[in-house]
């Protein structure tokens, strides 16, 4: 099955796509897992990316899409695959469509993770990282246990720079401009599916399997 999963930042993608990968097998296909292979690699569009990220520009998405490409065509794609932070725009998802036409292949499902812009904020903001071991934490759902300190090591507890409040809430916005088009894109044909992020990791996997059971199975 070729399933796309769509969600703001926070919203646990990366935690479904994994657990829906090892239930079923398909690999999870993350952005920026396969731009770093491509890097190091070596391949023509993988440095093409390079050129791009180096003088912190944002990878056009033509270069994305080619890469994206190149992962598809691997055998282990072959009997399904789990898109997690790609596409990122209608540009993609549009340039996807036509990779797989040509292969006479197509997007099966299309999960939407919503979680309001809120909770994202606070689940965000409020994570912590020991300096010391690497441990993670968060401020409301996952304390240390004392303040300000790691309850593994004594090590100091640092926010992320991607993790403070101002930072979270510009990519939430970046989001809402350039990725949740893609709701729109997909809903025609009833590909598409909204699950409740806001539940427990659990819960939300349970959504997911069953939107996904719920699909008919190609001859």
């Excluded at 989001?175 to 539940?199: A, F, H, M, N, W």
């Amino acid at each position: 099955m070729n399933i796309v999963l769509l969600g703001p930042p926070g919203a646990g993608k990366g935690t479904q796509a994994e657990r829906l990968s090892a239930k079923y097998g398909w690999p999870q296909v993350a952005t920026g897992d396969i731009l770093r292979n491509a890097l190091a690699q070596g391949t023509e569009l993988g440095l093409e990316a390079k050129k791009y990220m180096d003088s912190g520009e944002l990878v056009p998405d033509e270069v994305v899409e080619g890469i994206a490409a190149e992962r598809l065509d691997n055998d282990d794609a072959g009997v399904g695959f789990i898109l997690d932070g790609f596409p990122r725009n209608t540009h993609q998802a549009e340039a996807l469509d036509r990779y797989l036409s040509g292969k006479g292949r197509s997007i099966d499902l299309v999960l939407n993770i919503a979680v309001e812009a809120e909770m994202l904020v606070r689940r965000l903001a409020g994570r912590r990282a020991c300096r010391g071991c690497g441990a993670n934490y968060h401020v409301d759902f996952n304390p240390s246990g004392e303040q300000g300190r790691c309850g593994q090591c004594g090590g100091e507890l640092y926010q992320r720079d991607d993790d403070n409040e101002e930072t979270v809430r510009n990519r939430l916005a970046v989001y809402t401009k350039q990725t949740e088009p893609l709701i729109e894109y997909y809903r025609p044909g009833g590909r598409l599916v909204s699950i409740d992020g806001s539940k427990t990791p659990d819960e939300v996997f349970e959504a997911i399997t069953g939107a996904v059971e719920k699909v008919p199975v190609r001859e």
